[in-house]
């Protein structure tokens, strides 16, 4: 049996003439949004401003493209990095020391082991491994 493979999946399929449907309702939402200005703000020196700043704000979101990605996706990062939780380590500075093969190794008993006590030891163990 033959199958045809698809190729060039990474090119988005032209739907609105030489734009792509994502492309398009940027392009649109950006007029749109310009259209919305140029009403609701009685005179138009004043409402240019914003049309002008919506418009290619919607144009940069369609065409502009940062490390070959659309710039959607770098707007999408930068939300998710200031909007997410973070974990900062201190991490020392400290003149090579000679270790014990007891401080390398702790002797625990894994039948003592449970609950709080095995995550308290995990999140220890990582904290040494990123000493080093």
Same mark, same amino acid.
Request: glycine share 4%; net charge positive.
């Given at each position: 049996?033959?199958?045809?493979v698809?190729?060039?999946?990474?090119i988005?399929?032209?739907?609105?003439?030489?734009l792509?449907? $994502?492309?398009?309702?940027? *392009?649109?939402g &950006?007029v @749109?949004? %310009? #259209?919305l200005?140029?009403?609701?703000?009685?005179?138009f020196?004043?409402?240019?401003? $914003?049309?002008?700043?919506? *418009?290619l704000? &919607?144009? @940069?979101? %369609? #065409?502009?493209?940062v490390?070959?990605?659309?710039?959607?996706?770098?707007?999408?990062?930068?939300i998710?990095?200031?909007t997410?939780s973070?974990l900062y380590?201190w991490?020392?500075?400290?003149a090579?020391?000679?270790?014990?093969?007891s401080e390398?190794?702790?002797?625990?008993?894994?039948?003592?082991?449970?609950?709080?006590?095995?995550?308290?030891?995990s999140?220890?163990?990582?904290?040494?491994?990123?000493?080093?």
């Amino acid at each position: 049996m033959n199958f045809q493979v698809p190729q060039f999946i990474e090119i988005e399929s032209k739907i609105f003439g030489p734009l792509s449907f $994502p492309q398009f309702i940027y *392009v649109v939402g &950006g007029v @749109a949004i %310009a #259209f919305l200005f140029y009403v609701a703000i009685p005179y138009f020196y004043i409402a240019l401003i $914003p049309m002008i700043l919506s *418009v290619l704000s &919607g144009a @940069a979101l %369609a #065409f502009y493209k940062v490390n070959d990605r659309s710039l959607i996706f770098l707007v999408q990062s930068m939300i998710k990095y200031y909007t997410g939780s973070k974990l900062y380590l201190w991490k020392k500075d400290v003149a090579k020391r000679d270790v014990s093969v007891s401080e390398k190794t702790p002797e625990i008993d894994p039948k003592k082991i449970y609950g709080d006590k095995l995550h308290e030891l995990s999140w220890s163990l990582d904290v040494k491994e990123n000493i080093k």
